[in-house]
């Protein structure tokens, strides 16, 4: 169909069974801009063709232009013949729908001519009490504020809060597809993925694109009911995966971490690591360029997140420079005081 | 279209001075200047652009408007590479068609909002140059306007500026309709009337100061009544 054709839109032959007749084996049904066309390797066909039998069926989102660069015509174009990676059936993830010999570097041919957002800063720690994640809300590019008031901390589920730091585009949408396949899971295996397992899903989704210019480093902070407590881990689209109790990224990331390395301990009420998760945010939103506006707070316990009022830094830079004020007027006094008592003496 | 190394990141023109021998490649990327803002208020919803489009030194046509209708309630303004805000629109409109026929009703602007980005971030590694912003009607009647960046990353906003002269706007902006940075300032809601004010002066120092900006101004008005066009000359020069 024609309007297909336009969009790029001929995969979704699940629900347009009859406009596309002729549909070849797409198995990937869900989703629609997503499209995998494999018309053209015959030899993966029987791969996937076949319903959703095995249960953790990841659909990789690699778009057909992937496979063959618009631009390769005429030009010098860098070294982009890929590796051929192994065949699916080595793989471990066993349906993982990866054809082999993307040219995932096609993108660095094409100069853009414009940068995306980037810079921030973004905590998360474990205590006794929880997990606390906190983010500014500035999103920059290439030296301006795209957005003075943009979301860095996604819920995933009740139980699950990711951070996102890199590309907002990236972290935005991948998250949105974390959501899903964790949706997807529960509702197949009636439990919910805990969050190491969240974390290996979104690990093993971003691994085809390492490489190219995807940014994404998230914390997903969350509490798994099964093994009875907060967990977190750090993920990057390089393919860093760890487990900790504390990490902060982005660009104000040394700085939080020197509020954070001072007073953090497990023992800390629920008040105490608030406090400090903002005071770390608004160092860090102080001295680097990148990171500002506000601060926002998610708290993961065992019933849910909670979020916490989005602050307002700018009030607590004047409350800040009262209270300097403030001290530096009392030592005043106690000098003047200390001078007088002296005179009389 | 020219090499891209003619172009700074921001799609402004360098500096034109010889700096030895430079190779140049064939870009598919050219930016053809112009300024979309948007406005939200109560139960109106305010899209304007200008109708300039440039190309370097050159100016392709002085009547090129950059908002286009989508729905009863919406409207989208797109700026940046012409080629790729028509095709953009193009495949919007069938998309919509497509919602159309098979739902029977047309789409909110909170699903158009979400589907664009949807569109965009399908092609993440060759992305559409176009900075796009939609104005329009959510379903209960009030002003919405959400904002893209070229790859699909997007926001529910009270007002955005867009495109060459976004960086000038962007701030009046905050300070007129947001209040922000002013001290002991009632903060009064926007009436249609000083909306459309404001957005023609608006654009009229845009098109004092920057050079893609500039001709004549097209804004369209959206209210639940439909969906209103003025058009203002600007500067030609």
């Known amino acids: ?115 995306l957002s980037h810079g921030t800063t973004t905590l998360a720690f474990q205590f006794q009490g929880g997990v606390i994640a906190a983010a500014d809300t500035r999103s920059s590019c290439s030296g301006l504020v795209a957005c003075p008031s943009s979301q860095k901390i996604l819920p995933i589920h009740s139980h699950l809060v990711g951070t996102t730091s890199g590309t907002s585009a990236d972290c935005f949408l991948w998250k949105r597809i974390l959501a899903r396949e ?28 390492k490489g190219t210019e995807l940014c994404v480093a998230a914390t997903l902070c969350g509490w798994d009911q099964n093994l009875c407590g907060p967990r ?114 | 279209m020219l090499s891209s190394d003619s172009y700074s990141e921001n799609g402004k023109m360098r500096d034109y001075h010889y700096t030895g021998p430079v190779e140049h490649r064939f870009s598919p990327y050219s930016f053809n200047g112009g300024t979309v803002l948007a406005v939200a208020g109560e139960d109106f919803a305010i899209v304007a652009s200008d109708t300039r489009l440039s190309e370097g030194y050159s100016i392709h046509s002085r009547d090129s408007p950059k908002c286009y209708k989508l729905t009863d309630t919406t409207v989208i303004g797109s700026s940046g590479f012409h080629g790729d805000c028509l095709t953009l629109t193009k495949i919007i409109d069938a998309r919509l068609k497509m919602y159309k026929h ?37 379903e209960e009647g009030k002003g919405a306007v959400y904002s893209f960046d070229p790859v699909g990353s997007y926001q529910r906003d009270t007002y955005k500026a867009g495109g060459s002269a976004s960086s000038m706007l ?29 957005v023609k002066d608006v654009f009229i120092s845009a098109a004092e100061r920057d050079v893609y900006t500039g001709d004549a101004l097209k804004i369209c008005i959206i209210t639940k009544e439909g969906i209103r066009e003025e058009t203002v000359p600007l500067r030609k020069d």
Not at chain 1, 283 to 300: C, F, K, P
């Open chain 2, 102 to 138: 098979s739902n029977n009703k047309s789409m909110t602007s909170g699903a158009i909002a979400a589907m664009l980005s949807t569109i965009l971030y399908g092609r993440r590694f060759f992305p559409y140059y176009v900075y796009n912003i939609i104005g329009g009607l959510d």
């Open chain 1, 1 to 115: 169909m024609a309007l297909q054709e336009v969009c790029g839109f001929n995969k979704f032959s699940y629900l347009y069974s009859e406009w596309n007749i002729s549909a070849s084996a797409s198995v990937y049904l869900e989703d629609t801009f997503f499209s995998f066309h494999n018309r053209k390797n015959t030899d993966f066909g029987g791969f996937f063709t076949g319903s959703n039998g095995s249960p953790l069926e990841l659909y990789v989102p690699v778009a057909e232009y992937l496979k063959e660069s618009p631009l390769q015509f005429g030009q010098a174009s860098p070294n982009v013949t890929p590796q051929p990676t192994a065949k699916p059936e080595y793989c471990s993830l066993p349906s993982l729908p990866f054809p082999a010999g993307i040219p995932l570097s096609a993108s660095s041919s094409i100069p853009l001519p414009f940068q």
């Open chain 1, 232 to 345: 977190l881990f750090y993920v990057c689209s390089d393919g860093t995966r760890l487990q900790g109790e504390l990490f902060s990224v982005g660009s104000g990331s040394p700085y939080a971490y020197s509020i954070l390395d001072r007073d953090i301990c497990w023992e800390m009420s629920v008040d105490e690591a608030v406090a400090l998760a903002r005071e770390a945010v608004y160092r860090a939103t102080h001295r680097d360029a990148y990171s500002g506006n506000n601060v926002d707070l998610y708290h993961i316990t065992a019933g849910g997140w909670k979020r916490r009022e989005r602050e307002e830094l700018k009030e607590e830079y004047y409350r800040e420079k009262e209270r300097e004020r403030e001290k530096v007027a009392e030592r005043r006094r106690k000098m003047e005081k200390a001078d007088g008592s002296k005179c009389v003496k």
């Open chain 2, 170 to 198: 962007q701030p009046l902006l905050d300070n007129q309709i947001g209040f922000k940075n002013m001290e002991n300032v009632q903060h009064v809601p926007l009436t249609q009337e000083k909306a459309v004010q404001l």
């Open chain 1, 182 to 209: 964790l949706r997807l899971y529960q509702l197949r295996h009636h439990r919910r993925l805990s969050t190491g397992g969240a974390a290996k899903l979104l690990s093993h989704m971003l691994h085809p694109f």
